[in-house]
């Protein structure tokens, strides 16, 4: 039997890298001028009130721009480039037109024709992926005859890697990425992503690693430059590799383990071929959870809220049904809370969150963050005073009102404006010795 191809390469120059990392997969062939080609890329954060640390979270325009000039050279002339960026509200536009404009991306529009949809404009349909799983896809993206698929290579503190088949879970509506992240201990949230590759029946994924992304999804995550590209005609191949790539064994990535069993597919790579660089070459170990640890006093904190003192509060580490809304507040929210610390411990709160965290008896102070959590506990006679933060998503002076209300008081600036903290993060990379290796060009299209 064949073997399934992926390639690893440098990325040493423009164009060239990328072109040698197709060639090698031969990811892009039976490619005609007929051929519809949907380009997915990964913007998984965007802010249009101020700059921020894009590296390793967003796929750079260089790779994006190489790409679409690789697949004219193929003769193909039908290109859309969608994605759909998680907002604050829901109805915002602006963050997506600033982000293409940004990007770039608008100027492949005049020079190539490529054309550019907001995957949350719609329209979607519906696609069963069997076992009474449905999920409602972007139409154009499942319709297209080949979905070029440009994930980042990176850590992933709910899936542990973020990789092709992940990023086609940016293709699907809302609602139905809120199923995604249901309490269902089975088809939990990886068993509902290793089912997205059944809507996509031809992919092409070129994974850029130019910079990787530790602990990400999102700018809370610490950017290594790595200079790596991988490509395969096969994403769960590709996906394998690069979560060995990053350090972690296939078997150990639930929603890869649950895709290669789902086709008969052992997750050891005795499948796959891999050409170019070895993977022991350019394997780097990268973390993906954020450290938790219980205190003295037996509340549970990030570690890195913990070390600056903090005391009388509780704030589980996040699982797998925190979905996207209340996982980005809940970063910032985190980060909020530790720049107001005062040295004063609160009053025995505690913060829940997902879809299945249960109070601590005897608490003082219950905060429930989110329409799930407060559908579950409402009635709960175990928690002493609840403190609801209702809504899907929540909107921010609720949080605000909430953290007060248990003394907490965080300013609500903070709050209101989710972009603060990576505004702030980018600071650290603009620093005269890691200046050079954070280079904001790569994001930029000449």
Known sequence: MDKYRVAITRYEKKLESVRKVIELSQAFKNLSSSTKVFVKPNIVYWSYTGDFAK???????RVVEDTVAILKEHGVDDITIGEGIITQDPRDKETFRHAVENLGYKSLNKRYGVKLVNIMDGPFEKVDLGDAIDLKFHAQAIHSDLVVNLPVLKTHGQTVVSLGTKNLKGTINIPSRKKCHNPD??????????????????????????YTLERGPIWAGIPH????????????????????VLGHNPTDVA????????????????????????????????????????????????????????????????????????????????AAIAACWQGEPWDDVEILTGKVMNPTPGKKKTILLGQCMYNLHKDNPSIGEMIP??????????????????????????????????????????????????DESFYRME
């Not at 590296?55 to 325009?61: F, I, P």
């Not at 509902?192 to 590759?197: C, F, G, T």
């Not at 909107?395 to 209101?416: F, T, Y």
């Open 55 to 61: 590296w390793g979270m967003v796929t750079t325009s």
């Open 185 to 210: 201990p089975e088809k939990d949230l990886h068993y509902m992503i290793s089912r997205i590759v059944r809507a996509f029946p031809r992919t092409a994924t070129i994974v850029d690693g130019i």
């Open 225 to 244: 430059r790595k200079n790596i590209l991988l490509a395969s005609f096969d994403m769960l191949s590709v996906d394998m590799v690069g979560a060995k």
């Open 255 to 334: 929603h890869l383990a649950h895709a290669a069993r789902d086709c008969g597919r052992p997750t050891d790579l005795s499948d796959i071929e891999v050409v170019g660089e070895k993977i022991e070459d350019v394997e780097s170990y990268h973390e993906w959870r954020f450290p938790y640890v219980q205190n003295e006093r037996g509340d549970v904190l990030p570690r890195a809220l913990n070390r600056r003192g903090l005391k009388g509060l509780s704030l589980a580490e996040y699982d797998d049904t925190l979905c996207t809304y209340c996982s980005g507040i809940n970063y910032s929210m985190t």
């Open 389 to 438: 933060i209702k809504g899907c998503p929540p909107k921010s002076e609720d949080v605000v009102s909430a953290l007060h209300r248990a003394g907490i008081m965080v300013n609500p600036a903070l709050i209101h404006n989710l972009d603060w903290y990576p505004e702030m993060l980018l600071k650290r990379y603009q620093k005269a010795e890691v200046a050079a290796e954070f």
